[in-house]
């Protein structure tokens, strides 16, 4: 097979797992918007809050330790134990859980009739928010997280395409997780949604709240479980991406990632997240292989939301979103 | 049966000219649904016409029809003996159409002087930079059409909440305010969607009381959905009655409520 | 007793439409200008003018810019930071004068040296241009609302910077990729450029305030005001009784883009002299604009002010306490300021959503009746 197309099948490959990435992070998004109509925005502060709250303990840091030193001039870091990473994730699923709770009693409730747009400007300010309080409580240094999970070349890939084409196809290892994790997510998803009670209860709730407070469900029952769920998703995306490139602010930016996700896709629909993921990923590699090097290089941060903006264009409900009908 | 072309004096001394509005054949589908289904009427000049009908007749499409905002799939809409070629609401409302909305359709951000404004803005003409300076052509503008809109405030007599913001009034001044804003744009033809929606008596005979010096004074057409029988055959001249999407009955409240289609439709008989 | 309105009857239409009609507010206001035209330019120095008054002034141009569009219109845009730029570039360009191609008598491509432009008709010129690219990538909202826009606009703000980076051109290839203000003059006097006096930057930002804050009064309180609030609080019905809603929008975004585009000129030339795209014009830039017109107040030019005022005040005065005072770490500062951004714009979401404005509003109700209390 000629070089050329080699190379597009490899960026088409590492595409597809880049946008598995992003329909992990567009999931916790389109969650939260089936439930209660919010967009949140904190949904990627909420991934860089869940991985640095991990990784704080499992390496034992003392949490607020660079307030607590600039008030009382102490100089304390780490407890120096450290938790495995099972339990680790545990006790940072509480937190997660305790942070959903907390936003809900402290902001959802109080918003409960409000434009959209009103919302999604309070989950702005909510990602400011947990922002400023994950870098203190934890310290804004990047941190590596080490949950075990299997990364670099996958060699046997390699081997198998060199001799098959001639040419080794270089996927990580950790990609391959991610994606096998997201697939497993997005399944146990779809399942909770369509065949639990409390999944039911989510769909009525996105549906209409008035009608669905009427049938005896608790909306903030169900906000709370949806942000947990959210939380849920906003860790496992953490875990990944912090795995891959180091647990960073630059994390929280991939919120402004899913954004064009979800245009494509439909705001309220599992499958367009993933749909819409792949989409992007795929595409966003494929342009900058293809056309940027005439357009001088680093389309990548453009491109997804050029896409997904002609695309909205032309269909503004995105592929599976419903279909928005105005009525006088 | 009356039905003259030409124009004639009513008993109560109003004139009535010829068709203003046709509407023919019209149909209309959402989808699979067909909302209208091959319904032809007239609305004469000066005249008020009642549409009235079953909820889920049709007759909020019809009145959306009137407005540019649903274009039907057959038919045609005659103004003024022309055809209306297919065209956006805002060109249907500079041509003199005016309405009020069934669900009130204010502009809750804004006080009832401005809203009844907005009613202005098909007659206001100034330009953006023209506006950006303010002293001369715009101001003058906005003065000249502050003593208009002051002369429907008077009418309505809602002078006291003029400086409110509306989304505080309740919702039988938001009513009144909302016919203020449509009778702002001085329209040729005044669609009004169940203007007499919740409210009681007292407010029922202050609003019919309006609706009949509008047509008087202003000589405007008239057409209203409406459901209290009472205000129809007190107000309307003529009456359309649909029923399911098509036209039962079309005739002077009179011969309309001696028609036994609209009597059964009423009733509940059920048809095939 | 001495802030009312009994007794001060307006008798004509004109006098009822003013911007203010009590006449406390009035003398206040000619009071606020008195001083600021007549007692600062003596009393300022550089501290003041760089920590506070010139970023002060210049985003109360952008922010009344972005009030305009999602305040006043309804149409929520995150791509202010990318909008700023455009200005900046363009008022770069303009300074430092570049070559134009017009099509000659023989069908020829022929060559004009554009000179450079005087500085005060660069940022107007600069505006102008941002306002052309503020409709193009405002065509969308013809077909997409609500925060669907919102996050369209985010395509404007990130290409911008990628085009600034990319476009070499655009920074006259210079390789660093910044930009920088040469020193220009107004009247003899310096304006930009690294020799320039405190009070003549103030001065010149403080007349383009004073003008657009005056030419945003009029064009919000006339006839396209109304249109921009009437697509804003119902579109569908605005268009039913007779807005155009293509020129609404497009005008509002024309509008702001003009007022943000000077902004980010200003920005440029007066107030920072050297700018580099990514870190002067990115998100957090159309972030900050936001914010400001949500504590300040949605559809208020007062509050755009205010906005303004709290957002460049409150991480100086943080800086002051916690780290001159406190001796606090900077980063610490910096993360304490996120946290009080956010739970303020939360806080004020719930409770006020109308900004501080609203709170002054509801004040000088207060006022009116003191000291009664009803």
């Known amino acids: 097979m000629p070089d050329q197309l080699l190379f597009a099948m490899e960026v088409t490959l590492n595409g597809l797992m880049a946008g598995v990435l992003y329909s992990l992070v567009a999931l916790g998004f389109v969650l939260i918007f089936k439930a209660s109509g919010i967009f949140n925005y904190a949904q990627g502060v909420m991934a860089l809050f869940a991985a640095l709250t991990l990784v704080g303990i499992m390496d034992g840091q003392v949490p607020f330790s660079h307030l607590i030193n600039a008030v009382f001039g102490t100089e304390i870091h780490h407890f120096g134990w450290h938790v495995p990473a099972l339990l680790a994730i545990a006790f940072t699923m509480v937190f997660m859980v305790a942070f959903a709770w907390l936003v809900n009693h402290f902001v959802l409730r109080h918003l409960v009739n409000q434009e959209p747009i009103i919302l999604f400007m309070a989950t702005i300010g909510l990602a400011y928010f947990l922002e400023g309080f994950g870098d203190i409580m934890w310290g804004s240094d990047i941190k590596k997280l080490d949950v075990g999970l299997p990364q670099g070349l996958n060699v046997w890939i390699d081997e198998t395409t060199f001799n098959a084409f001639g040419y080794g196809f270089f996927i990580d290892n950790l990609d391959i997780v991610a994606t096998v994790i997201a697939a497993l997510l997005v399944t146990a998803l779809v399942v909770f949604s369509q065949y639990t009670k409390q999944g039911r209860a989510l769909r009525a709730v996105a549906d209409d709240h008035q009608a669905a407070l009427s049938v005896g469900i608790s909306l903030n029952y169900i906000w709370v479980l949806v942000w947990s769920v959210a939380g849920f998703v906003a860790l496992v995306a953490g875990i990944m991406w912090g795995a891959k490139s180091g647990v960073q602010f630059s994390l929280s930016l991939i919120a402004l990632k899913a954004l064009p996700v979800l245009m494509l896709g439909g705001f309220t629909s599992i499958p367009g997240a993933i749909v819409g993921g792949l989409i992007i990923g795929v595409g966003e590699k494929l342009f900058e292989f293809a056309i940027g090097p005439l357009l001088g290089g680093a389309t990548e941060n453009w491109f997804a939301y050029v896409l997904a903006l002609v695309f909205l264009v032309f269909r503004p409900q995105g592929l599976f979103g419903e279909k928005i009908i105005e009525r006088v | 049966m009356k039905d003259n072309v030409e124009s004639h004096v009513t008993p109560d001394g109003r004139t009535i000219g010829g068709v203003l509005m046709e509407m023919k054949n019209i149909t209309l589908r959402f989808g699979g649904v067909v909302a209208i289904k091959d319904i032809s009427f007239d609305i004469r000049e000066g005249e008020i016409r009642a549409i009235i009908g079953p909820n889920g007749a049709g007759k909020s499409s019809m009145l959306n029809v009137i407005s540019g905002f649903y274009h039907p799939q057959e038919g045609e809409v005659w103004f003024r003996g022309a055809r209306r070629p297919e065209m956006k609401p805002y060109q249907v409302a500079q041509q003199g159409i005016a309405r009020t909305f069934q669900n009130i359709a204010l502009f809750e951000g804004m006080t009832v002087l401005d809203n009844v404004m907005t009613g202005r803005l098909t007659h206001m003409r100034t330009g953006l930079l023209e506006q950006a300076i303010w002293w001369g052509k715009a101001e003058k503008e906005e003065v000249a059409n502050r003593e208009k809109v002051e002369k429907i405030i008077d009418f309505l007599e809602i002078q006291p909440i003029r400086k409110t913001p509306v989304g505080r009034l309740p919702y039988g001044l938001k009513k009144r305010v909302e016919l203020a804003r449509a009778l702002a744009a001085e329209p040729m033809l005044l669609l009004l969607d169940e203007p007499m929606a919740g409210m009681n008596v007292e407010e029922k005979e202050d609003m019919s009381r309006f609706i009949l010096d509008v047509n008087d004074e202003f000589g405007t057409t008239i057409a209203l959905i409406e459901h209290d029988m009472g205000v129809v055959m007190d107000l309307s001249d003529r009456v359309v009655v649909m029923d399911y999407g098509k036209k039962i009955g079309d005739g002077t409240p009179d011969e309309v409520r001696a028609n036994q289609d609209v009597i059964d439709a009423y009733l509940g008989v059920s048809h095939d | ?374």
């Open chain 3, 1 to 374: 007793m001495f802030y009312r309105e009994a007794g001060d009857f307006k008798t004509s239409y004109v006098q009822d439409a003013q911007t203010f009609p009590i006449a406390f507010d009035r003398w206040r206001y000619y009071f606020v200008l008195a001083v600021a035209f007549l007692v600062i330019p003596f009393v300022i120095n550089d501290y003041w003018a760089n920590a506070v008054l010139l970023p002060f002034l210049i985003y109360a141009i952008a922010a009344i810019g972005l009030n305009i569009l999602t305040g006043y219109c309804g149409q929520v845009s995150l791509g202010t930071g990318g909008f700023m730029a455009v200005g900046a570039y363009a008022c770069y360009k303009l300074m430092t004068g570049f070559d134009i191609y017009l099509m000659g008598a023989d069908g020829e491509w022929v060559r004009y040296a554009l000179p450079p432009i005087n500085i005060f008709f660069s940022v107007i010129l600069a505006g102008l241009v941002t306002a052309f690219v503020g409709v193009l990538f405002g065509l969308p909202s013809l077909r997409i609302k609500g925060f669907y826009l919102a996050v369209a606009t985010l395509a404007a703000q990130f290409f911008l910077v990628w085009l600034f980076n990319k476009w070499a051109w655009s920074y006259n290839y210079s390789a660093s990729g910044q930009i920088n203000a040469p020193t220009r003059s107004m009247f003899g006097i310096e304006v930009t450029g690294p020799t320039t006096e405190p009070w003549a930057a103030y001065m010149f930002c403080l007349v383009f305030v004073v003008a657009l804050a005056w030419l945003a009064r009029n064009l919000t309180r006339g006839s396209v005001g109304r249109r921009w609030m009437a697509i804003r609080d119902m579109d569908i019905a605005a268009e039913i009784i007779g807005v155009n809603p293509l020129t609404a929008k497009l005008s509002a975004f024309a509008v702001s883009s003009f007022f943000v585009g000077v902004a980010g000129a200003l920005f440029f030339a007066v107030y920072l002299g050297a700018v580099e795209v990514g870190e002067a014009f990115g998100i957090q830039k159309s972030f900050l604009v936001l914010f400001m017109i949500i504590i300040g107040g949605l559809g208020s030019i007062f509050g755009s002010f205010a906005g303004a005022a709290f957002m460049v005040l409150m991480p100086v005065l943080l800086k002051n306490v916690l780290v001159g005072t406190l001796g606090w770490p900077t980063d610490l500062a910096a993360h304490i300021e996120f946290i009080i951004v956010g739970a303020l714009i939360v806080v004020f979401l719930i409770a006020e959503p109308h900004g501080l404005a609203q709170l002054w509003r509801l004040a000088k109700e207060k006022l009116r009746l003191w000291p009664f209390p009803y």
